[in-house]
Nanobody, 125 residues
Framework: QVQLVESGGGLVQAGGSLRLSCAASGRTFSSYAMGWFRQAPGKEREFVAT????????YYADSVKGRFTISRDNAKNTMSLQMNSLKPEDTAVYYC??????????????????WGQGTQVTVSS
């Protein structure tokens, strides 16, 4: 079973950048679709971005399109989320997730069955 560990969160001013990383254990990482989700205080967890098992297909929530970039390195068992032009409304706990049932992009939270513990991102105005 793949285990996921996020890192790279922190405090940044509006307009700044952060890069989140997700390190995966296990030999089957390259078979799984991967995604990033976030949860702000008092709100439901929401989709941010997803990437196919090969990295050839990506998909983003409208709220982050053009500002965030998802990528993966299957040789290193890692996935990243480059976040630019950050806004206060991007403040949330960010989670990486894997869907072990498919290698295609997935946007629905319920299809993901492996989750990391989350990393806090705070954007100050």
């Amino acid at each position: 079973q793949v285990q996921l560990v996020e890192s790279g969160g922190g405090l940044v001013q509006a307009g700044g950048s952060l890069r989140l990383s997700c390190a995966a254990s296990g030999r089957t990482f390259s078979s799984y679709a991967m995604g990033w989700f976030r949860q702000a205080p008092g709100k439901e967890r929401e989709f941010v971005a997803t990437i196919s098992r090969t990295g050839g297909t990506t998909y983003y929530a409208d709220s982050v399109k053009g500002r965030f970039t998802i990528s993966r390195d299957n040789a290193k068992n890692t996935m990243s989320l480059q976040m630019n032009s950050l806004k206060p409304e991007d403040t949330a706990v960010y989670y990486c997730a894997a869907d072990s049932t498919t290698g295609s992009v997935r946007v629905f939270l319920k299809t993901y069955d492996i989750w990391g513990q989350g990393t806090q991102v705070t954007v100050s105005s």
